[in-house]
């Protein structure tokens, strides 16, 4: 008796400005593939510039289309609502079903890992609520003090949890408040042939690529996005929660910092940001690191005759 083939994803991951949307697309192409955006702020409307989002085509649809490659969860939620990894993964999962449904190979593509790993080893999230009053009160805390404050109460959860990002913190804490404890995350990876390939580039050379990014970026207008959001009503403690170029430009728009420090302090954190992508993704197993698109060709086209 024949076996059944296993479903197919592919995963396409690698710090910033390293090439990954440009490479799904040409493989989505190539392997008729659809596009499902693995990054934490592509999933806000209006957040264009600031997030590397790929150019939306001019065709009329109800779905996003870029270069005529379908793509999903960009410009699905407004920058002003609640948004979480909880329902990220609910909407990926969904979207994998809904593309191999239509015969079609899913490519989970984007640099939050904590996004892409939710997805691939299926987490198993505690069903606490959002306690909005506490959230508000938490959220006028400094992350340091935050942090003090899940050392107490969970210090295994408080060692584990990105310092940086406040977002996090503020949910375990809630978790934490109401279980005592932030309770150990249970996976249950995806019974799927799951391809992942990450885009390996030269510390020197992933620095002149983050530059002249960040160069391209200006020039095209990111400073009037920023403008535009807080004119939209997005809060200044918002684009400060998006980080990076969100947080960077609303300190220059209000005149806490210049131009010159602006530009400066953006750079070295968006560098200091690929490091912390990359500690994540060498902690997944199973990467294959490509150097060249012929690389990344190779193995999906082996790996799909299987």
Same mark, same amino acid.
């Given at each position: 008796?024949?076996?059944?083939?296993?479903?197919?994803? !592919?995963?396409?991951?690698?710090?910033?400005?390293?090439?990954?949307?440009?490479?799904?697309?040409?493989?989505?192409?190539?392997?008729?593939?659809?596009?499902?955006?693995?990054?934490?702020?592509?999933?806000?409307?209006?957040?264009?510039?600031? &997030?590397?989002?790929?150019?939306?085509?001019?065709?009329?649809?109800?779905?996003?289309?870029?270069?005529?490659? /379908?793509?999903?969860?960009?410009?699905?939620?407004?920058?002003?609502?609640?948004?979480?990894?909880?329902?990220?993964?609910?909407?990926?999962?969904?979207?994998?079903?809904?593309?191999?449904?239509?015969?079609?190979?899913?490519?989970?593509?984007?640099? &939050?890992?904590?996004?892409?790993?939710?997805?691939?080893?299926?987490?198993?999230?505690?069903?606490?609520?959002?306690?909005?009053?506490?959230?508000?009160?938490?959220?006028?805390?400094?992350?340091?003090?935050?942090? =003090?404050?899940?050392?107490?109460?969970?210090?295994? /959860?408080?060692?584990?949890?990105?310092?940086?990002?406040? /977002?996090?913190?503020?949910?375990?804490?809630?978790?934490a408040f109401?279980?005592?404890?932030?309770?150990?995350?249970?996976? =249950?990876?995806? =019974?799927?042939?799951? !391809?992942?390939?990450?885009?390996? =580039?030269?510390?020197?050379?992933?620095?002149?690529?983050?530059?002249?990014?960040?160069?391209?970026?200006?020039?095209?207008?990111?400073?009037?996005?920023?403008?535009?959001?807080?004119?939209?009503?997005?809060?200044?403690?918002?684009?400060?929660?998006?980080?990076?170029?969100?947080?960077?430009?609303?300190?220059?728009?209000e005149k806490?910092?210049?131009?010159?420090?602006?530009?400066?302090?953006?750079?070295?954190?968006?560098?200091?940001?690929?490091? /912390?992508?990359?500690?994540?993704?060498?902690?997944?197993?199973?990467?294959?690191?490509?150097? &060249?698109?012929?690389?990344?060709y190779r193995?999906?086209?082996?790996?799909?005759?299987?």
């Amino acid at each position: 008796m024949k076996k059944i083939k296993k479903k197919k994803l !592919l995963v396409i991951l690698g710090p910033t400005a390293s090439g990954k949307s440009d490479l799904a697309i040409k493989i989505a192409k190539k392997f008729n593939g659809e596009v499902i955006s693995a990054d934490s702020r592509q999933v806000y409307k209006g957040m264009d510039l600031g &997030t590397g989002k790929v150019e939306k085509d001019q065709q009329k649809s109800k779905f996003y289309y870029s270069e005529n490659i /379908r793509h999903h969860l960009l410009d699905i939620i407004k920058p002003t609502q609640y948004f979480s990894v909880y329902n990220y993964q609910k909407l990926a999962l969904k979207a994998i079903k809904d593309i191999l449904k239509r015969k079609k190979l899913p490519i989970l593509c984007g640099g &939050t890992g904590f996004y892409i790993s939710s997805v691939i080893e299926n987490w198993q999230f505690t069903k606490i609520k959002p306690d909005w009053k506490l959230r508000k009160s938490l959220e006028q805390l400094s992350n340091e003090e935050l942090l =003090k404050q899940l050392e107490k109460i969970d210090p295994e /959860r408080a060692k584990e949890i990105d310092p940086k990002n406040k /977002r996090r913190i503020i949910r375990a804490l809630e978790i934490a408040f109401k279980l005592g404890k932030v309770p150990k995350l249970i996976k =249950k990876p995806l =019974k799927m042939d799951i !391809l992942i390939l990450g885009i390996k =580039k030269e510390k020197e050379e992933l620095k002149e690529l983050i530059k002249k990014r960040l160069e391209k970026r200006l020039e095209k207008g990111m400073i009037e996005e920023v403008k535009r959001l807080k004119k939209e009503g997005v809060p200044s403690s918002k684009l400060e929660s998006f980080g990076l170029e969100y947080r960077w430009i609303n300190r220059f728009l209000e005149k806490k910092i210049s131009y010159e420090e602006m530009i400066k302090s953006l750079y070295k954190e968006i560098l200091k940001y690929a490091k /912390r992508q990359m500690t994540w993704f060498k902690k997944m197993k199973n990467v294959f690191w490509i150097k &060249t698109e012929k690389e990344a060709y190779r193995l999906v086209k082996d790996w799909l005759k299987n």
